[in-house]
């Protein structure tokens, strides 16, 4: 198969990473088409029985040493009723393929082994395709890291390849995802004055809240930006995701929550990104008088990762496929972490394009920009670096 025909195969599996409902089909159908290649393939279960949380672990051409590891998820973030195909179902209009993870991540899976069908690599090879990305990845290539350290010791490069297209990324943005409960006294909406409504208190609550963000936006990382950032180094941001509250509109709820999004610097702590929002959010709720409570649900570290002539020689050879790009650290978060703190040298690159919706409603990969990612998948892994 070529790269699309993969991709829509990967794309048809629902595998949203709060529900895993066809992980173990998509990581069996991984396991194949790698086995096929000649490929030394096991999947490993990361969960605690709950629900399968499958693992690809691949390997070819080890022997041929300088071990160049190439690391991708195939889980995907929940859909909604606002797309216009369907979610599920790759469909091309105008050289874009639509569906969920078709750029984030499922088409790096698939450019992957359609590169791999072509060359004989004169590299060795080790593969990861993992779950829970989306997540925080602790169930995903955190159980690897931690479990199957050995297997990655001779890895001389890591490459997640979940990515934008615009630069090689040498480092990534820690993550915090939180949630905030506001409670009251619920009631009859007819007699509002009986009751202490949770969603007005919550609201008041994330008004002051918001300044965080002017907060967040003060520090800033020694690692460049990407393009187009407001910031010409990487900064610290805080956004309020998610709401929710009430089972009725005549009933004023007992409680309302809200969730977040933190990201912090990659050179930065977690347990002080903590105590620091978490002595804001305590002053806030303080001096507004209301009931409520902070957990912070996930989250991990980023990680920057020194340019060493080794990571040029691998952006030289990208850009033999995706021309005028550069180093910069990510926005977002990845899984690069785990793997930098075992020491290996890690860096990003895949194929998500700045538009291409990723997280979003109609998602898409460009079909050209999947067979850039081929060659550039070829180019890494049919010539030996120095």
Known sequence: MNAVEILEKLVSFKTESTAGEDY??????????????????????GGNGDMPKPNVMAEKNTSAGNTIL??????????????HTNPWKLTEQDGKLFGRGSSDDKGAIAAFVAAMANIEPKIGIKVLFTCDEEIGGGD??????????????DVSLAWIADSSTEFVGIGSSGVLGGKIVAHGKGGHAGYPHKA?????????????????EQIAAQNH?????????????VWERFSITMLSA???TNVIPETAEARFDLRFLPEGNRADTE??????????RNKLNIDAELDFLYGH??????????????????????????????????????LHNLGIPTIAFGAIDSDSGFHMPDEFIRIETLKKMVKAVQEIYNIVPR
């Open 24 to 45: 173990t089909e998509c990581a069996d159908f991984i396991a194949e088409s790698l086995e096929t290649l000649g490929f030394d393939v096991k999947i490993i279960d």
């Open 70 to 83: 190439y690391a991708s998820h195939f889980d995907v973030v929940p859909v909604d009723d606002n797309w």
């Open 140 to 153: 995903g290539l955190g159980f690897i890291t931690e479990k199957y350290a050995d297997w990655l010791k």
């Open 196 to 212: 202490n409504n949770s969603i007005h208190r919550l609201l008041e609550l994330l008004t002051e809240l918001r300044i965080y």
């Open 221 to 233: 990382s020694v690692a460049k930006s990407p393009p187009d950032s407001p910031y010409r180094n």
């Open 246 to 248: 009430g089972v009725k």
């Open 275 to 284: 105590s620091k929002f978490s002595e804001f959010f305590d002053n806030v």
């Open 301 to 338: 570290r980023g990680y920057l990762q020194e340019i060493t002539p080794a990571i040029e020689q691998f952006k030289a050879k990208i850009a033999k496929a995706f021309s005028n790009i550069g180093f910069a650290a990510e926005l977002g978060g990845n899984d690069g972490p785990f």
